[in-house]
Nanobody, 124 residues
């Protein structure tokens, strides 16, 4: 069974950048589509970005479009979320999620494999 571990979170000033990593083990990442979700304090877990099996198709939530970039390196068995021009509202725990079904999905319930999350805090 695949295991997922996120890293790269931290404290950053508004306008700054962070790069989150999602390391997969136990299986090859090329069998999975990957998504990033986030959950702010007191809020629901929400979709951030999605990337296809091969990494050639990506979708973003409107709130991060133009600022975040999702990518996937199947050879390294890792995925990434590059976050630029961060704002206070981006503060949340960020989760990497995987699913084997190749259809695009934005709901948390569609993803079977999750990491433990990594905290991103943006100071204003």
């Amino acid at each position: 069974q695949v295991r997922v571990v996120e890293s790269g979170g931290g404290l950053v000033q508004a306008g700054g950048s962070l790069r989150l990593s999602c390391a997969a083990s136990g299986d090859t990442l090329s069998r999975y589509v990957m998504a990033w979700f986030r959950q702010a304090p007191g809020g629901e877990r929400e979709f951030v970005a999605y990337i296809s099996w091969s990494g050639d198709t990506a979708y973003y939530a409107d709130s991060v479009k133009g600022r975040f970039i999702i990518s996937k390196d199947n050879y390294a068995n890792s995925g990434y979320l590059e976050m630029n021009n961060l704002v206070h509202e981006d503060t949340a725990v960020y989760y990497c999620a995987l699913r084997t079904d190749g259809t695009t999905a934005y709901d948390t319930g569609k993803y079977a494999y999750w990491g433990q999350g990594t905290q991103v805090t943006v100071s204003s």
